[in-house]
């Protein structure tokens, strides 16, 4: 059996006991299963918002949301955390600001995007752009900072150019925080894109969560949310996949088991 699938297999185990002692738990009469409903009750919703194709068409305005927030998150984030990084003067001028912004929390950003941007997909990709960009930002900016400047002394006593010497030691150096920065700032867009659905949103698994608590639909909240977490689970490892053959060159006791 292939590693990655054995490893699935026993992240699996967990979550299928919990949801067979709570499908137990309701069958005999130990729990009442109104406000928290039986995995049964949970997956007939998920079968009857698929049937329908609702459940398609939130997801995809919700993973839409998430991508296009994260490459612009992404981008500037790593801009800005590459200038930080590299220029301590830059480093000086702009640090304080963005650590005391990134104090704040996810729904503080709300009214203000909703007055600037209105209520359409523009306030919520940019929130979640937010959401993105300051993991990203701090994971660049303390890498670049924390490199060997013994490592980069042997570079240059090679006579590396610039060019290379960012392309041969810069960037090796760098990548697995950055790997890290990324996987972290996915997981926040996936937070922040909840915050952003509220923003009078009319689909999206955010819409699912407001519309299952204004009707009084258990099922459907948690629905969504293990929708959520099926989500977010499936494209962190597509992520940590893709940047994978990047960091082979690494020597580490995960990669010699």
Known sequence: MPGWLSGVGVGLVLPVALAAGWELAVASGLAGGRLMPPPSRIFATLVDLS???ELARHITATVWRVLVGFAIGVVAGTAAGALAGYSAIVRRLVDPT????RAIPS???VPLFILWLGIFEES???LIAVGVFFPVYLGVMAAIASVDRKIVEVGRVFRLSGPALVRRIL???ILPSYVVALRSGLGLGWMFVVAAEFMGASEGLGYLLVDGQQLGKPD???AAILVF???GKLTDALLAAATAPFLRWQDTVETAR
Do not use: R
């Open 51 to 53: 049937g329908s194709g």
């Open 98 to 101: 963005l650590q005391g912004l």
């Open 107 to 109: 729904i503080a950003w």
């Open 124 to 126: 919520k990709i940019a």
């Open 171 to 173: 960037l090796p150096a």
């Open 220 to 222: 459907q909240i948690v």
């Open 229 to 231: 977490a099926v989500l």
